[in-house]
């Protein structure tokens, strides 16, 4: 072969092997540019997806139920026990306890009153269950503080009681109304070392609903 073939014949061949390489760079980059486009499509059809939007039809609802509403009871006690105590012409303290059945906390802020004349009954011991001779309803001149001829007068309280849900801390609730129990100059000698019970409370004014309960014992009282 004459040399001027033999250059022919070696241009043709690197010619031929540089062609490969270039389909063989250019399809692994193909590869490669296609896979990352393919990854690039899939999370872009995923994430479209989810910003689909979807109204709410008219009317949609749902269906909630309110709580039943039931009494307190106050009730008399004996602890703890009274520091402010009776004598003719003064004023004492009256210890009890206000029972919550509802399933929601209660606010007390006004407690009505019984008449004036409506008195305690006495005991001869702070359970309450032995009757003093001498110291009825009828005779011992005992009644709630500031309550006046008219049943059912309003007094608000110093300060609003809330007393805790059923089942829940601070209720029952205890509390001394301070000075909130009278005793008139013609209480008869043989209520002089008596334990009272007082004349029932005609009503309260209060509202149930969210609240922080007052820790107990409380301290409370009317002043008017």
Not at 3 to 9: A, D, H, I, N, V
Not at 30 to 46: E, M, R
Not at 106 to 130: E, H, K, N, R
Not at 166 to 186: E, H, K
Request: hydrophobic share 35%; charged share 5%.
């Amino acid at each position: 072969m004459s040399e001027t073939g033999f250059r022919r014949t070696r241009r043709s061949t690197v010619g031929r092997a540089r062609h490969a390489k270039g389909r063989t760079a250019w399809s692994l980059k193909a590869k490669i540019v296609s896979g990352v486009l393919g990854a690039v499509l899939t999370g872009t059809a995923a994430f479209a997806a989810t910003n689909w939007i979807v109204g709410l039809n008219s009317g949609s609802s749902g269906e909630g139920q309110s709580a039943s509403v039931s009494n307190l009871t106050i009730t008399a006690v004996a602890s703890p026990s009274a520091s402010n105590l009776l004598y003719p012409g003064g004023t004492g303290d009256a210890v009890v306890t206000i029972s919550n059945p509802n399933p929601f906390p209660v606010t007390i802020t006004a407690a009505q009153l019984p008449t004036s004349s409506t008195y305690a009954a006495g005991f001869t011991t702070s359970g309450l269950s032995t009757a003093q001779t001498g110291c009825s309803g009828s005779t011992s001149g005992v009644s709630w503080s500031f309550s006046t001829s008219t049943t059912g007068s309003s007094h608000t309280l110093t300060s609003p009681l809330t007393v805790g849900a059923s089942g829940q801390s601070n209720n029952p609730l205890v509390v001394t109304l301070t000075n909130d129990a009278s005793m008139n100059t013609t209480s008869p000698a043989a209520c002089a070392n008596t334990y009272f019970s007082m004349p029932s409370l005609t009503g309260v004014t209060a509202t149930g609903g969210a609240a922080t309960s007052t820790t107990s014992p409380a301290t409370d009282s009317w002043t008017s």
